[in-house]
């Protein structure tokens, strides 16, 4: 199993930045993909953008090209660097994992995202 903490959420403008991070502890050498995923308001949780072992990279069309997911060598994390935010951005951020040995899903606690003026 894994553990998975996020860490980086706040308030923000619309048009500004804001870094994600996942800290992830335990069996991390099973992990097939890591990600993130997001939830607002009285809505499903939705697919943001992962990374598998291959390094191959998915992200969803509302935050292509805005969003960018990368591991973070120095702090062995991974992150979502997210930029030009918009107020629909804002939602509770949580990193996902699952492994090649176990059949479900892994999930940090979440962050809070705010975009607003």
């Known amino acids: 199993q894994v553990q998975l903490v996020e860490s980086g959420g706040g308030l923000v403008q619309p048009g500004g930045s804001l870094r994600l991070s996942c800290a992830a502890s335990g069996s991390t050498d099973s992990i097939n993909r890591i990600g993130w995923y997001r939830q607002a308001p009285g809505k499903q949780r939705e697919f943001v953008a992962n990374?598998?072992?291959?390094?191959?990279?998915a992200y969803s069309d509302s935050v292509k090209g805005r969003f960018i997911i990368f591991r973070d060598h120095t702090k062995n994390t991974v992150d979502l660097q997210m930029n030009r935010l918009k107020p629909e951005d804002t939602a509770v951020y949580y990193c996902?994992?699952?492994?090649?040995?176990?059949?479900?899903?892994?999930w940090g606690q979440g962050t809070q995202v705010t975009v607003s003026s």
């Open positions: 990374l598998d072992r291959g390094n191959i990279i």
């Open positions: 996902n994992a699952d492994l090649l040995t176990d059949p479900w899903d892994y």
